[in-house]
């Protein structure tokens, strides 16, 4: 199955068949306040300078969030959006727990954006899908739904079947849909993850569906974040999940992805490996101090 | 070193080190040899756990072990609560926690009750997804010393302020303190919705918690305040 997603000028292809693709998700001011308040203050210096650095890292995608508290978030959403469409060619995926900056963002978008996102709450549901039918965009489906997650990896999977039937109700065909099967930090409950990735094996197995997840909330609450988030995308990968939104930036988290596409046959002769190495090489080299 | 002395070291290590097995076995001995289970509680295990509220909030400790110590300690209150009710102990506070309407995150606050219950309160937990006139009701019915808001999303913070409103409307604002927290919540924040406290995580929420109640209590019985001095000074220099 293949979800395929537009900027004006740039297509991008989320499928098991295809390399895995990173969504650069530091455009988000939470938790940030240096990029809080910038945003703000309609000072978008920071949110071009991600996204610049996020696209060199790797990130085929930007996750666009600009969940300020108290703030108008349509107007500030649109505006980050523009402030990325300036700087970098990707597709976007418009992140909002605001209805209305989700229907202002896709209203100004140029292209076929992926929804961040809609849960299996129905009012939720009744009220988000039509919206991304309108505009022709993608969404992102989380397996959750008013009673809260469920620990049960067959109840998810139950719950993303409900998220992929309402959409076909509302036209959005079934390969629009990608499902966020759910990765809860190991540290709460140590069965977290085998629980994210049995989600995923089996959402792959009876719905064939695309998948994402928030991969760096598995490691909340640890020590060494980079290389458990790392370990994990190893495993999710092999799971089914073909796309996340996760931070490029980290050298641990872009390796893995890297290592586990040539793993699991999608990097060819290993060319992307190489050419990645071969550019750190010459990164290194330039940076390198003259000796003394 | 007699043996009393011996257990509390002991009770203490194993729940900083989140031992559950030992820390009952400990708490079952304690009782054999007729020690008091105030002592139990007050000198050994809630020393113990405010230390791994010391380590966590030093960025020392991680949040899997903060909970493994709390489990701990659970364990030996299962055993030491109903002979402390017999005694007729009090809980040193109480407090009534929910995560708002629209939000069914729930680690943290989880985290808080644990931590809360590990200090020696009661805790009435409301779970997710709580609407303002549950808030209301529970804090009617329970008369908690204080009630938590916890959100985790910007979409979802402004029922902080619905809530006091809520309480306001109820006539119930004046008689309880009200904290927030969550991932987006900022101190400020806080302060324009109309909370009383603004807790940053778990540990902090419960010293707070301490402190508020213990001004209530020195409110009420002004020979506490000088304990209650006494035991924010020692929080202060952990």
């Known amino acids: 199955m293949q979800t395929v997603v537009r900027s004006r000028s740039k297509e991008v292809v989320i499928s098991s068949e295809r390399p895995f693709v990173i969504i650069g998700e530091r455009i988000n001011p939470t938790?940030?306040?240096?990029?809080a308040a910038e945003m703000t203050a309609g000072v978008m210096d920071r949110v071009r300078?991600?996204?610049?650095?996020?696209?060199?890292?790797?990130?085929?995608?930007?996750?666009?969030?600009?969940?300020?508290?108290?703030?108008?978030?349509?107007?500030?959403?649109?505006?980050?959006?523009?402030?990325?469409?300036?700087?970098?060619d990707v597709p976007i995926c418009i992140d909002?727990?605001?209805?209305?900056?989700?229907?202002?963002?896709l209203a100004v978008y140029q292209g076929k954006a992926?929804?961040?996102?809609?849960?299996?709450?129905?009012?939720?549901?009744?009220?988000?899908?039509?919206?991304?039918?309108?505009?022709?965009?993608?969404?992102?489906?989380?397996?959750?739904?008013?009673?809260?997650?469920?620990?049960?990896?067959?109840?998810?999977?139950?719950?993303?079947?409900?998220?992929?039937?309402r959409a076909q109700y509302y036209g959005i065909p079934r390969e629009d849909v990608v499902i966020d099967p759910i990765a809860m930090t190991v540290a709460a409950d140590p069965q977290a993850g085998v629980i994210t990735l049995e989600t995923m094996r089996l959402i792959?197995?009876?719905?064939?569906?695309?998948?994402?997840?928030?991969a760096s909330n598995v490691s909340f609450g640890l020590p060494d974040r980079p290389i458990v988030n790392a370990a994990f995308f190893s495993v999710a990968m092999h799971?089914?999940?073909?796309?996340?939104?996760?931070n490029p930036l980290v050298p641990e988290v872009r390796k893995a992805v890297l290592a586990s596409d040539l793993l699991l046959g999608h990097d060819e002769y290993a060319m992307r490996w190489i050419s990645t190495f071969r550019q750190e090489q010459k990164k290194a080299a330039a940076t390198e101090p003259v000796t003394r | 070193m007699s043996r009393e002395e011996e257990i509390r070291q002991e009770l203490f290590d194993h729940t900083l080190n989140g031992h559950a097995p030992e820390v009952k076995a400990l708490t079952e001995e304690a009782l054999n040899l007729g020690m008091d289970p105030?002592?139990?509680?007050?000198?050994?295990?809630?020393?113990?756990?405010?230390?791994?509220?010391?380590r966590f909030e030093r960025g020392d400790f991680f949040v899997p072990e903060m909970l493994i110590a709390a489990r701990a300690m659970q364990g030996a209150l299962v055993i030491l609560r109903p002979l402390i009710a017999e005694t007729g102990a009090k809980p040193i506070g109480k407090y009534v926690i929910g995560t708002v309407k629209g939000d069914i995150h729930d680690i943290g606050k989880n985290l808080v009750i644990?931590?809360?219950?590990?200090?020696?309160?009661?805790?009435?937990?409301?779970?997710?997804?709580?609407a303002p006139e549950k808030f209301v009701e529970a804090v009617r019915a329970n008369e908690p010393h204080i009630v938590g808001f916890s959100a985790f999303l910007t979409t979802t913070m402004p029922m902080f302020k619905v809530n006091i409103q809520a309480l306001e409307k109820a006539g119930l604002r004046d008689k309880v303190a009200v904290m927030v927290g969550g991932a987006p919540v900022t101190e400020e924040y806080a302060r324009l919705s109309g909370a009383d406290h603004y807790a940053p995580d778990a540990s902090i929420a419960t010293r707070m918690a301490k402190q508020i109640v213990g001004a209530a209590q020195a409110a009420e019985n002004p020979a506490l305040t000088q304990a209650v001095e006494l035991i924010d000074k020692t929080l202060k220099k952990g």
């Not at chain 1, 300078?49 to 649109?78: H, K, R, S, T, Y």
């Not at chain 1, 939720?124 to 992102?140: F, S, T, W």
Request: hydrophobic fraction near 50%; proline fraction near 3%; glycine fraction near 8%.
């Open chain 1, 204 to 214: 792959k197995e009876q719905l064939g569906n695309n998948m994402t997840c928030g």
């Open chain 1, 96 to 105: 909002s727990s605001v209805i209305e900056a989700l229907e202002a963002a």
């Open chain 2, 38 to 54: 105030m002592d139990i509680l007050f000198k050994a295990l809630i020393p113990s756990l405010e230390e791994v509220g010391r």
């Open chain 1, 49 to 88: 300078a991600d996204a610049i650095a996020q696209v060199e890292a790797g990130a085929q995608m930007l996750d666009v969030n600009a969940g300020v508290p108290g703030i108008d978030e349509p107007a500030l959403l649109v505006a980050a959006i523009q402030a990325v469409s300036e700087v970098t």
């Open chain 1, 31 to 35: 938790g940030r306040k240096i990029l």
């Open chain 2, 114 to 130: 644990i931590m809360l219950e590990g200090a020696g309160f009661e805790v009435v937990d409301l779970g997710v997804n709580c």
């Open chain 1, 239 to 246: 799971a089914g999940l073909t796309c996340a939104i996760t």
């Open chain 1, 114 to 165: 992926l929804v961040n996102s809609v849960t299996a709450e129905d009012e939720r549901m009744d009220r988000i899908l039509p919206i991304v039918k309108r505009y022709g965009a993608a969404v992102i489906g989380m397996s959750n739904d008013e009673t809260g997650i469920t620990m049960v990896p067959q109840e998810r999977v139950e719950i993303a079947r409900r998220i992929i039937d």
